[in-house]
């Protein structure tokens, strides 16, 4: 069964109330609906941890969901933001692997595959955002170390930020 928007949030509903059987349910039916979602955007090793990540992100999550919204939006910014948390750490990971001199074959694979994906986002955005998102959101340099680095304000830096992932969230969710 693949469920629809409305059964989604009708079984949240329901677990929220402490409805069991609609909880599994809809714990079967959302760790589908993830593996779909990251099918495309992570490596096929990845993809069970990344799915699990998830999972246990609505877990913690459930008693926010608001059953007067749509579901699946709920979900989604959840898994991007749980996506672009691994997106981080590869980049981070093999950041430390490259200083160490002992990066293995498989986890420059990783690192490929993963800014080919990011590569692919980043051709929608203006040059400006892209820049600031990958220093601030990926390097992990500060506002104003960004800043400085570009020659952007402080100020503009954060907009430009904020605008870049806004519409890359965009695209995430019409890739769907």
Known sequence: MIADEATLARLMAASQKGDKAAYNVLLAEAGMWLERYFRRRVP????DDLVQ???????????TYDPDRPFLPWLSAIARYRWID??????????????????SVDSEEDVVEARVSLERLFVNLPAKQSEVIELVKIEGLSIREAAERTGQSESLVKVNIHRGLKKLSALVEKAD
């Open 44 to 47: 096929p090793h990845q993809l």
């Open 53 to 63: 990540d998830v999972m246990m992100a609505l877990h913690n999550k459930r008693s």
């Open 86 to 103: 691994h997106l981080r750490k590869v980049y981070k990971h093999e950041a430390d692997l490259l200083e160490d001199g002992d990066a």
